[in-house]
Structure formats: structure tokens, C-alpha cells
């Protein structure tokens, strides 16, 4: 039976599935993937349903701390993973801080209720041949791109391999990047800016400005032949046009999609972005530097990676010989 259905005798309830459906569109306009929203509804949908099942007289308006704790409670029995219960908690927590933003309600509730530990999965990186794999065929279809802007977008998507693979970056920390964030000095460096924390700037190899600067030569071409103007690095492109500047998390899933498609491989930013960790630990990068590389907590642990780092070999040192040895290919 469907959930609406079964909410006809909980008037109540048709204002939460209201609110819920702005909640989701705010988030679809802030570039969050299908998949984010598929768990956030399917998170929300495990709270509408225990209000339908529990709630003789639901309302919504007067939830506080007690009905937030009883839910807490149903959820201890319901899930055994205190990673489920987690989930489930954090997402209502956004929830009401939307509505909280939108002065629906005064206060989150839920914000008064502890949630479960987290525990981490196994880290299961990108295949360090399909690394490799990527790579050249990323540098060998420029070679055959037959028009600017298909050239254009291979070379974008290159440096998005790079941000990731060489610096870490999320999805999300790519998205909005600008010119004015990249630095070229002693060595090239990208400025991440969060909306919670300082920038800090993050390390890039060396040859990353070669592809950056031919990259951004060809960008303004392509740009002007569009007549277009954006401030961004990145861009939505269809096949005919660039669309517009910035490109959500949802485009950079896309393009993962096609790479998955093309060469018949496991790969997803948070997979590739493991592959990375895994990279700098071999390197014998300090352990801080890589947490402030990442963005997170000093009291992030790497144990699981450290754990599993005999299980992988991987390595950044093959980037830059194979983009000279395609480059010198492609010059004669």
C-alpha cells in the first residue's frame, strides 16, 4: 500500500510529506546526487512510517525531544547497525534544521539526541590498473577529440581525474572551484573553501599546471566561440554547446558513469578518492598532513587504511611520464 494511503486517516502527516518534498528539492538545487537523495527519502521514510504505525494522533507542529527519543527507541530495536540507526538519525536532524531555516520550527529537536558511533567500512579503492587504465584513455581521447569542445570536455575531466587521484578532493569540493583558487608558486596548489572552516590549500603535482594552463588556454577559446562567460573552472556541456559554468556533484557522478560504461570497471569519486589516501600513505605522507589534505578531524582515524595497505600498491609517479610520453606522441 502506498505511504499517502496509508497516511488518509493522519491529516497531519500530508504536512510532513509537504515539508519533506521541499526538503528535497532544496537539496536537488544544491547539486546533491540521485543517490544522496534516495537514501535521505529513504532515511525519512523509515521516520513516516513509524509516525503512521505508533502516532494515533500525530502532531507534527509539537514535536520535541520526548517523541524524538521514543523514535530513538524504536529505532534500537528495529535496526541491529548502529550505522542504520546513525543514518536515520542525521537525516531527520537535516531534516529539521531545514525546517528550522525555513522558521518552521524554532529549535531541532533532534539535535538534543545523541546518535549511535560511527563505524567505517572497509575502504575499497579503485583497482590501481584501472587507475592507470583511466588515465591513458583520458590522454589518448584528446588526441582523437575532432572538435574544440569535445577536446575541451576530455581536458576537464582530466583535471577532475587529477583533483581527486593526486588531491583528494570530494565531489562537492570541486564543484563551485575558480580560477582565483588554484596557485602556481613553488608548486601548484588548489584553495578549498568550506562553509564551516578556514580555506586551506591542498599540494598538487608539479605537472598539474601544464594541464591545468592548456587547459584554461583552450577553455576561453571555446568560451568566446560560444559566447559565453562564467567565472568558473568546470562547465555543464550537452554535445552542441557548453550549457553553463560550475558543475554539480551530479554531473561529476555522470561522468563517472560513462568512464564505468566505456571501460567496463569498477570506479566512483569516493572509490578513486581512496585509491588516493591509499597513495599518500605509501608515499609515507605524515598522518596529519593527510587528514588537513582531506578536510577532516585530527581525531579522523586512517587505522582501516593502514590496516589494509599491504592488500594495495599504488602510486602517483606513472601520471607524469605517461602525459609527457602521449604529449611527445602527439607532436610528431
Not at 580560477?179 to 572552516?197: A, E, L, N
Not at 578556514?198 to 603535482?205: C, E, G, K, V
Amino acid at each position: 500500500m502506498d505511504m499517502k494511503t496509508e497516511a488518509s486517516d493522519h491529516p497531519e502527516m500530508n504536512k510532513l510529506f509537504g515539508w519533506q518534498s521541499d526538503f528535497f528539492q532544496h537539496l536537488q538545487h544544491k547539486g546533491r546526487s540521485v543517490n544522496t537523495l534516495k537514501n535521505y527519502k529513504t532515511d525519512l521514510d523509515c521516520f513516516n512510517h513509524y509516525l503512521i504505525a505508533t502516532q494515533k494522533h500525530v502532531n507534527i507542529e509539537g514535536f520535541s525531544i520526548p517523541e524524538i527519543v521514543e523514535y530513538g527507541k524504536f529505532l534500537e530495536t528495529k535496526y541491529q547497525s548502529d550505522n542504520s540507526r546513525r543514518r536515520r538519525i542525521q537525516a531527520l536532524r537535516l531534516f529539521f534544521d531545514y525546517l528550522v531555516e525555513r522558521a518552521i520550527f524554532n529549535s531541532n529537536p533532534v539535535r538534543k539526541v545523541p546518535t549511535s558511533p560511527k563505524f567505517l567500512d572497509i575502504p575499497r579503492p579503485t583497482h590501481f590498473s584501472h587507475v592507470k587504465t583511466l588515465w591513458m584513455h583520458l590522454l589518448e581521447s584528446e588526441k582523437k577529440a575532432d572538435s574544440p569542445l569535445e577536446k575541451v570536455k576530455i581536458k576537464r575531466n582530466q583535471l577532475i581525474f587529477l583533483l581527486i587521484y593526486t588531491g583528494g578532493l570530494k565531489v562537492s569540493d570541486i564543484s563551485d572551484l575558480q580560477k582565483d583558487h588554484f596557485s602556481f608558486g613553488k608548486s601548484p596548489r588548489v584553495m578549498i573553501i568550506h562553509p564551516k572552516r578556514d580555506p586551506y590549500t591542498i599540494a598538487l603535482p608539479e605537472f598539474f599546471q601544464g594541464v591545468y594552463e592548456s587547459y584554461i588556454h583552450l577553455l576561453e577559446k571555446v568560451k568566446n566561440a560560444h559566447g559565453t562567460e562564467f567565472n568558473n573552472i568546470f562547465f555543464n556541456a550537452n554535445a552542441h554547446k557548453i550549457l553553463s559554468g560550475g558543475i554539480s556533484a551530479r554531473g561529476i557522478e555522470l561522468i563517472f558513469h560513462s568512464w564505468r560504461k566505456k571501460l567496463v570497471m569498477e570506479i566512483t569519486p569516493k572509490s578513486l578518492r581512496q585509491s588516493c589516501i591509499f597513495t599518500w600513505l605509501q608515499k609515507g605522507l605524515n598522518a596529519t598532513v593527510i587528514k588537513e589534505s582531506l578536510g577532516v578531524s585530527p581525531s579522523y582515524s586512517l587505522k582501516l587504511y593502514k590496516d589494509h595497505l599491504d592488500n594495495y600498491a599504488f602510486s602517483d609517479d606513472f601520471l607524469e611520464q605517461t602525459f609527457k610520453d602521449v604529449m611527445v606522441h602527439s607532436k610528431k
